[in-house]
């Protein structure tokens, strides 16, 4: 898979990560401007511009930046993370960054998070949480990142949010929502 081409046009692509940057928003795991999202197409990477507006966001207004490191102007401040996630992860089309409210307060703690519930266990036994200073984020987290998620579908940096990385758009996000809920359910368990 990690030379195959897309069967979903650019577009169609382009449109679908726009929908799947909504719903983030939509269902609280970004609020309006934050988190960022992109698909692989060939050698290009389409990203959402930096401090976008989720709710405004149109597929024209997604930025290609290249799998060999040119950054389109504006693109996300976290571009060159998303371009690392991609050379270390042949199999990975999509990723999402997202900052679910559950899964960033249990990172606080700096340990990888466990889930404890069926579905979370079942599909990430442990999601490694990533210490990065916040002063060192940007110099530090694209490479922290992409070494998770080239053997994980899903990290946290702590204090931070959520990177997660599949082969198609729908299963990041599917990632991306099912975490948050494996950590739901992970800080319901400890309040009663």
Same mark, same amino acid.
């Given at each position: 898979?990690?030379?195959?081409?897309?069967?979903? @046009?650019?577009?169609?692509?382009?449109?679908?990560?726009? #929908?799947?940057?909504?719903?983030?928003?939509?269902?609280?795991?970004?609020? =309006?401007?934050?988190?960022?999202?992109?698909?692989?197409?060939?050698? #290009? &990477?389409? &990203?959402?511009?930096?401090?976008?507006?989720?709710?405004?966001?149109?597929?024209?207004?997604?930025? /290609? /930046?290249?799998?060999?490191?040119?950054? !389109?102007?504006? !693109?996300?401040?976290? !571009?060159? *993370?998303?371009?690392?996630?991609?050379?270390?992860?042949?199999?990975?089309?999509?990723?999402?960054?997202?900052?679910?409210?559950?899964? &960033?307060?249990?990172?606080?703690?700096?340990?990888?998070?466990?889930?404890?519930?069926?579905?979370?266990?079942?599909?990430?036994?442990?999601?490694?949480?990533?210490?990065?200073?916040?002063?060192?984020?940007?110099? %530090?987290?694209?490479?922290?990142?992409? #070494?998770?998620?080239?053997?994980?579908?899903?990290?946290?940096?702590?204090?931070?949010?959520?990177?997660? /990385?599949?082969?198609? &758009?729908?299963?990041?996000?599917?990632? @991306? /929502?099912?975490? #948050?809920? =494996?950590?739901?359910? !992970?800080? *319901?368990?400890? %309040?009663?």
């Amino acid at each position: 898979m990690s030379n195959k081409v897309p069967h979903e @046009s650019r577009q169609a692509l382009k449109q679908q990560l726009v #929908e799947h940057y909504r719903w983030l928003r939509q269902y609280g795991y970004n609020d =309006s401007h934050s988190g960022n999202a992109s698909f692989r197409w060939h050698d #290009e &990477i389409w &990203i959402t511009p930096t401090g976008c507006c989720a709710d405004l966001l149109q597929p024209e207004d997604l930025l /290609c /930046c290249s799998i060999d490191g040119q950054l !389109a102007a504006g !693109a996300s401040l976290d !571009a060159p *993370l998303h371009l690392e996630v991609y050379r270390h992860n042949p199999e990975a089309r999509a990723v999402l960054h997202s900052h679910g409210p559950h899964a &960033i307060a249990l990172s606080l703690s700096g340990k990888d998070f466990v889930p404890v519930d069926f579905e979370g266990q079942y599909y990430f036994p442990v999601v490694p949480v990533i210490d990065i200073p916040f002063t060192s984020y940007v110099e %530090q987290s694209p490479l922290a990142v992409a #070494e998770q998620l080239a053997t994980h579908k899903v990290a946290i940096v702590r204090g931070h949010g959520v990177y997660a /990385c599949a082969p198609t &758009i729908n299963l990041a996000y599917k990632w @991306s /929502c099912s975490v #948050e809920l =494996s950590a739901k359910i !992970a800080w *319901l368990s400890v %309040q009663g």
